[in-house]
């Protein structure tokens, strides 16, 4: 395996261009870290005091502790500023501006070098930069070593990308928090474990990746720990995707005991073996996932991310949005030859994504915390990709994945953009209102023409009205479900007993039944926020501005993103301009599976049919946000402290359909009693504490009582211990 | 390029970094003895040592490089023993490092302390060299003499005579049996050299032999007692405990690494023809060794006392790679000695850095809170403690030494499943006294008259900062220390030249 991978590399086109300094794409983010880390460990003791009074108390050996808490306490997030001091701007923050984002940029500019060459030398086997022998033992034979290809490259690209203007908006949202240098630290390393995992040329290296986005989304939920809600979020997410990270660990063990490797190359070289549709292609790939399901947020493991929101808005953009929880899809991708030979576990992975999709985009209807809006709305989204890589239409689902990485964040970052104006304004003021509260807001486009313009772009691409570029992935997703309910191997497969062509079929209803959905839960919030009149209050309407260039610059370019992704994957029917790029593009990586998939046919419609289609998927979209201006009402909204409590299915819509409540009943409860009860009381305490660990203590003990009652000393019970040890090694010898 | 044994210039050839080591001790025990204890005397002494043991290492290195070979004879010319003898030397260069601060602190102010270090490493090099029975004993004494008078160097302090005066006494009895051990395979095979040992027991068909199989069983025997390995560990915690520090550390490290190395030259050249005879002896040894030594370390409250168990226990781990008896166990056992030597005196030094003239440090409160008082020593101390018990990233090598081994034992001809399954389970036992540690640093509170732990002196922060930095880099890129290991045990130790009988009964099993 190695040899072959050695002899492809050497023959490569790309030997000996850029792409020969692919590590350095993620070690730039890396070296960040380190730098930022440093930062913020050496100075948090030093940063000058916000109370003298309260410095002083504190004085002693534990003074970074409290002063790093109560730095926190003081700045925290939501409706939870209690003071009205001035924000301590950490000292190295100039250092920590130019450094954060920069690594990102130059990672970025490499990025497009290598990724300019990959488009020039029309590779079509990847190009495996091997870095050393990372677990060499027996018969396994795992390689540090980095993958240049075309899905790693969109990957990096958009990673690198979106990352760098995130990295710059965050300048100036987090620039006055006491842990400024700790927030880009944890942000890089971010990047760095994103880079890994997309561009690692092994599941191993993938998972380790995997891991580290977990870490640092761990960290960055939870970043604002001294409130507990905020930790406790960043916990729940960890947890959950510890049920996830087995599934996926499964996959990978059975993948290695059935083909004994665990490089892509090798098992796409190997996967022949498999025989397609077989217990064992079909357990890998629903093993697989699981973890998906777990990552990136899909029915039943999605309760983490709304929850997520706990953390600072930029990290909701960048990693809950944009690059972390479309590792899932890129994970099915990247296997795309193992789940075509399985149509069950398509299947499978499909009608989640899809009732992801609806299930979603209902909650997304009553929420009211403008975050809670976009979480549920990434969630049904990223549905939609499922459904996409589940159908065999990997690129359409990468495709999505891409263009929903420019309206996302362009979304997210604009409601950080409007959540500060609304902070610093409660903050001149002192009041305690929630910030994020869309009945708080109302009218804004007064106030923010910037961020209002650009929100409304993000909507309608994400609503699917044309040209947009939510329009075309969206578009494409649902044609492909549509082209494959006859003559794919899926529509001939049977799920459950069901026809595959009837599972298809639902699926697409469902589809346009989450877009109708998107357009009205997208319409209402952009009405309450930025329409009807202003609720914020008299003496706060005042301090309501536009935010800093640093922001709304990212904003802009992600918006005019938002408004021509599209034209990355035109399609087929479309007149002018080169359709299906991505597509194409995609083929060396994906192609084949696809087209078993398909039985070997391009899964083309009709261009009639494709036009018909469209336009029901327009009309749609259309229909969706007609309804909602017409009859929603922001003029009748009042505050949220002024609201009634909702009743009936709106209460079971607001309050989620109860899930975390039962989750928490059926899953959490029972297994805390378990724990309490058995394996704590029972295993820990009565077992081991009491038996082997006591038990042992005493045989022990015994022992040495044993050793005191002989009156030759202890050397003398030593020497009889040795005998005995002797008389023991020969009966060995003579006894075998 | 081959030497040829018979003629002496190529002998002395062979043994130069041995020679020169030895040659150089003598010179500095002279530079010890020309005047008055004193700590600068002490000092010039051990910086001397420093410089003769660093300069002995690149002579390993440089004719490790040039890969020479020796047909049979009395000395080794092959990889391993140019592995194993770098492995001493970096053990000698921490302890000497080590005791050059703590020798003055504790009122150590003899010169010589040093020397016997020198002494006992020139011993392990013999060891490691030996290709025959007497070589190997030559070996044995030269370091074990050495290593009973560094036992109870602190002439102040009782408990470090007391370890001393067991040490001997029980050393000298299991010195006998090692040489009646000797005697007997002398008499069955009427060799003393290993290769011939391992010839004529395939020619003569010995295996059934009952002189051969005592012979080996007392030979198992007198390694064991240097190995520390159950039940022949009595005498270790109380001479861990009693030693001054930097030689508890080169006494679990060094001197267990040397036993090691003779003890697998020895079985995979003379004895790989009665594989079946010995393997149960090592696996009940290997297996007692684990379950005692891991299980008593948990109730230890002195941390000197709780290592002198944990390394018993190591001891368990590495015979379970010997049980498997493949050259693949050699390279396992390499790298885990590597490992385990950085980790193993590593955490002494953090001892000697906490502990206050007197000898204190080594009880668990004095770790209490460590964190807050001192968090760089607390977060070396964890990565130690991690890669002792071998875990991932943060213990850095540790986990692939365990790894190895686990595979060594796993995928040898004969698998040994049962001794695997015992060795992850006394692994997992033994989290609960290396994570205590951890615990007790991080999440306890100082006590309120700790003394404040004074500066750590330049060599011990040397020691302490290198340790970390060398286990977590290998940790995550550990592939040029297992193609050295690999290499190291390619030619020489592998059993081909030991004797035909060798793989047959391998297979067999």
């Given at each position: ?47 000058g005091p916000k109370n003298p009074a309260e410095h002083h108390a504190h004085h002693g050996d534990h003074a970074d502790d409290h002063h790093d808490a109560a730095g926190h306490a003081a700045h925290g997030h939501g409706g939870s500023h209690d003071d009205h001091a001035q ?650 | ?509």
């Open positions: 395996m190695l040899l072959q991978e050695a002899a492809a590399a050497g023959a490569h086109p790309l030997a000996g261009t850029a792409a020969e300094w692919i590590w350095l794409v993620p070690i730039l983010p890396l070296i960040g870290f380190l730098i930022n880390g440093l930062l913020s460990l050496s100075s948090v003791a030093k940063l924000p301590a701007r950490h000292r190295y923050a100039a250092i920590v501006s130019l450094v954060g984002p920069a690594v990102l940029a130059l990672s970025f500019l490499l990025t497009t070098t290598i990724f300019i060459a990959l488009a020039g030398a029309h590779a079509e086997t990847p190009f495996v930069k091997r870095m050393f022998s990372w677990i060499a033992t027996g018969n396994m034979g795992i390689d540090a070593s980095f993958q240049v290809d075309q899905l790693s490259m969109v990957m990096a690209m958009v990673i690198t990308g979106v990352g760098t203007l995130i990295h710059i908006f965050s300048v100036g949202y987090m620039q006055d928090d006491p842990g400024y240098p700790r927030y880009f630290a944890y942000l890089n390393l971010f990047v760095f474990f994103m880079l890994v995992l997309v561009l690692g040329a092994n599941y191993p290296m993938l998972f380790v990746g995997w891991e580290g986005v977990g870490l640092c989304s761990y960290l960055l939920i939870g970043f604002w720990f001294s409130e507990k809600a905020n930790a406790d979020a960043g916990k729940k997410a960890f947890i959950v995707n510890r049920i996830g990270d087995f599934g996926f660990l499964v996959a990978l063990f059975l993948l290695f005991a059935n083909l004994g490797t665990l490089s892509f190359a090798g098992v796409n070289a190997g996967a022949d073996q498999l025989a397609p549709g077989s217990a064992l292609v079909t357990t890998i790939c629903l093993f697989m996932f699981l973890g998906c399901a777990g990552k990136s947020a899909q029915i039943p493991l999605y309760i983490w991310l709304p929850d997520a929101m706990a953390g600072p808005t930029p990290v909701s953009a960048l990693i809950h949005a944009a690059t972390m929880v479309t590792a899932g899809v890129y994970l099915i991708a990247r296997s795309a030859v193992l789940f075509s030979l399985s149509p069950v576990a398509s299947l499978t992975v499909a009608f989640v994504g899809a009732l992801t999709a609806l299930f979603a985009a209902t909650i997304g209807l009553k929420q009211w915390d403008i975050k809670k809006v976009l979480a549920y709305s990434t969630v049904s989204q990223l549905g939609y990709m499922f459904v996409g890589v589940g159908v065999g239409a990997y690129a359409a689902g990468v495709f999505h994945l891409v263009t929903h990485a420019f309206f996302k964040a362009l979304l997210f970052l604009g409601s950080g953009s409007v959540i500060y104006a609304m902070h610093k304004a409660y903050h001149h003021t002192g009041n305690h209102d929630d910030a994020q509260d869309m009945r708080n807001m109302g009218g804004l486009r007064k106030f923010m023409p910037v961020t209002f313009i650009l929100m409304w772009i993000a909507t309608l691409a994400i609503a699917g009205i044309p040209p947009f570029a939510g329009f075309f992935s969206k578009d494409e997703i649902l044609g492909s479900v549509f082209a494959r309910t006859h003559g794919s191997t899926l529509a001939d497969a049977t799920w459950l007993g069901i026809p595959g062509s009837t599972m298809l079929y639902a699926i697409y209803v469902m589809g346009l039944a989450a877009a109708l959905l998107t357009a009205i839960y997208m319409t209402r919030m952009m009405l309450y926020t930025f329409h009807g009149p202003n609720r914020t209050g008299e003496a706060e309407r005042t301090h309501l501005t536009e935010a800093p260039w640093v922001m709304t610059a990212p904003l802009a370019v992600l918006g005019v993103l938002s408004a021509v992704g599209g034209w990355l994957n035109l399609p087929a029917f479309f007149p002018a301009g080169p359709v299906q790029a991505l597509h194409h593009w995609l083929e060396p990586v994906t192609g084949q599976a696809a087209l078993r998939v398909t039985k070997g046919a391009e899964a083309h419609l009709e261009h009639s049919t494709e036009y018909v289609l469209v336009g029901i998927a327009v009309a749609i979209a259309a229909i969706g946000i007609a309804f909602a201006i017409a009859r929603l009402k922001p003029q009748a909204l009042v505050t949220k402290s002024q609201s009634p409590a909702s009743e009936g299915f709106a209460r079971v819509l607001e309050e989620k359909y109860f899930v975390d409540e039962g989750y928490d009943k059926v899953v959490v409860q029972p297994l805390l009693g378990v724990s309490r009860s058995v394996l704590w009381k029972g295993m820990d305490a009565g077992l081991i504490d009491g038996l082997v660990v006591n038990g042992s203590a005493q045989l022990a003990r015994g022992i040495g009582w044993v050793g005191s009652r002989m009156q030759s000393g202890q050397v003398g019970t030593y020497a009889w211990v040795l005998i005995i040890g002797v008389v023991a090694v020969l009966g060995a010898f003579s006894l075998r | 390029m081959p030497y040829d044994l018979g003629i002496p210039g190529q002998l002395t050839l062979a043994l130069a970094p041995d020679l020169v080591l030895l040659g150089g001790a003598m010179a500095l025990m002279l530079v010890a003895a020309w005047g008055p204890e004193s700590a600068a005397r002490q000092r010039t002494v051990g910086i001397g040592a420093l410089v003769l043991c660093v300069a002995v290492l690149a002579m390993v290195i440089a004719v490790a490089i040039r890969q020479p070979s020796a047909a049979n004879g009395v000395i080794a010319v092959d990889g391993f023993r140019w592995a194993a003898d770098a492995l001493f030397l970096l053990a000698a260069i921490i302890a000497i490092a080590l005791s050059i601060d703590y020798n003055p602190r504790e009122g150590i102010l003899a010169g010589e302390a040093h020397v016997l270090t020198l002494f006992a490493t020139g011993g392990m090099m013999l060891m490691a060299a030996a290709r025959d029975l007497m070589v190997l004993f030559l070996g044995i004494e030269l370091m074990s003499i050495a290593v009973y008078a560094m036992v109870g160097l602190n002439r102040r302090s009782p408990r470090a005579a007391e370890g001393s005066l067991k040490y001997f006494l029980l050393g000298a009895f299991a010195t006998a049996f090692l040489l009646y051990g000797i005697a007997l395979v002398y008499g069955a095979t009427g060799s003393t050299n290993l290769a011939e040992i391992g010839e004529r027991i395939a020619a003569l068909g010995l295996s059934r032999s009952p002189m051969l199989l005592v012979g080996i069983a007392l030979l198992l025997v007198g390694f064991g007692f240097k190995l520390a390995a159950a039940p022949f560990h009595m005498w270790a915690p109380d001479v861990y405990e009693g030693a001054p520090t930097p030689i508890s550390g080169f006494m679990a490290a060094g001197v267990k690494a040397a036993a090691f190395a003779a003890f697998l030259r020895v079985w995979l050249e003379a004895f790989p023809g009665v594989y079946t005879e010995w393997h149960k002896a090592v696996w009940w040894l290997a297996a007692t060794t684990m379950v005692v030594g891991n299980i008593i370390a948990l109730q230890q409250k002195n941390l000197k006392r709780m290592l002198a168990y944990s390394s018993i226990g190591h001891t368990g781990f590495i015979l379970v790679a010997l049980a498997a008896g493949t050259p693949q166990a050699a390279t396992a056992f390499l790298f885990y000695l590597f490992a385990y030597t950085l980790a193993t005196m590593g955490a002494f030094a953090v001892i000697i850095a906490v502990g206050q003239s007197g000898g204190s440090g080594d009880r668990i409160e004095d770790f209490h809170g460590l964190w807050h008082s001192n968090p760089g020593l607390a977060v070396a101390m964890m990565v130690f403690m991690l890669a002792l018990l071998g875990f991932p990233v943060f213990g850095g090598m540790g986990f692939f030494a365990k790894w190895y081994v686990l595979q060594a034992a796993l995928q040898a001809p004969a698998p040994q499943t049962r001794l695997a399954i015992i060795l992850v389970i006394t692994s997992t036992i033994s989290a609960g006294y290396y994570v205590w540690v951890v615990m007790v640093m991080f999440m306890k509170q100082r006590a309120t008259d700790a003394l404040r732990i004074p500066p750590m002196p330049a060599m011990t922060r040397w020691v302490v900062t290198a340790s970390v930095a060398l286990i977590l880099f290998f940790g995550v890129y550990p592939e040029p220390l297992v193609r050295l290991a690999r290499a190291s045990t390619a030619v020489g130790i592998a059993p081909v030249d030991g004797g035909p009988a060798s793989t047959a009964a391998l297979q067999g099993q």
